[in-house]
């Protein structure tokens, strides 16, 4: 006679409130991934279109970072010109901020594909272990919103420098 020692979905949606971050005022602090989850957390039901959804963010993170490495490095071609006419450090600033925000761009694309197929592949596993695991790897799973939000700074800043100094004043501003 084998004894199962899985979790149920209701001893599951307790288990997320108990292992949630508090905040500083001592509230419960949620992640989109966990709120989902426990949403999903029906009596004797797999988990399904919470995790859809999120594998559904990591996609569109994935294609964002993408993107806007193709963006700066379209821009880092056309910088090439202004760093080489111009002395002004100004300008060096903002082509190394294209480089490195291309860099950190395609290391956020990379972080959401990873966090993306690590998803998919917990998809077939039991809810317990979907559950554990979002909690265990709640820093990962939120690092690429991180960089890629980083990496959006690191494109805005340089772009406006260069529309700034390559327009006249009244046209910069606007």
Known sequence: MSIS???DNTQLKQYIKDNVKKNKNGEQD???CEMLLYNDLTPDAKIGSGLDSVIEVYDKLHDFGLSLSGYQFIGLVLEKSYVEDSNSTVFLFAYFMLATGFIVSLFGSLLSFC???FL?????ESNEYIVKN?????RYLKLPHNVLLVNTFLFALPINIVIHNSLTYVYSIL
């Open 5 to 7: 020692t899985e979790m």
């Open 30 to 32: 949620y992640t989109y």
């Open 134 to 138: 979002v909690i265990k790897y709640r």
């Open 115 to 117: 966090m993306q197929e």
């Open 120 to 124: 998919i592949y917990m998809k077939n």
